[in-house]
Nanobody, 115 residues
Framework: QVQLVESGGDLVQPGGSLRLSCAAS????????MGWYRHAPGKQRESVAT???????DYADSVKGRFTISRDNAKKMMYLQMNSLKPEDTAVYYC?????????WGQGTQVTVSS
């Protein structure tokens, strides 16, 4: 089992930027494809972006061209750079493996996009 801690969420105006971080507790993190997910009120959790151990990436259509996922395996860290934020990006953001079975979910980090 790997513990995951997300951070970096904040209140930001539309068009703004944020960088989310995900810290993993064990180096085994580096051998797994990882992903960022978000859960907005009244909606199902959705995958936002994924990254393989070799750093191949994939994005949900709704964030393509605006979000960038990256990872630093040596530091056991993963990041999500979010630019041109929109109100519909408002959600709690989580990190976890890209495929089931998932590790235990962390507390997430709240991103609110509002003027």
């Amino acid at each position: 089992q790997v513990q995951l801690v997300e951070s970096g969420g904040d209140l930001v105006q539309p068009g703004g930027s944020l960088r989310l971080s995900c810290a993993a507790s064990r180096s085994i993190f580096s051998v797994y494809a990882m992903g960022w997910y978000r859960h907005a009120p009244g909606k199902q959790r959705e995958s936002v972006a994924t990254i393989t151990p070799g750093r191949s990436t994939d994005y949900a259509d709704s964030v393509k061209g605006r979000f960038t996922i990256s990872r630093d395996n040596a530091k056991k860290m993963m990041y999500l750079q979010m630019n041109s934020l929109k109100p519909e990006d408002t959600a709690v953001y989580y990190c976890n493996k890209a495929n089931v079975p998932y590790w235990d979910w962390g507390q997430g980090t709240q991103v609110t996009v509002s003027s």
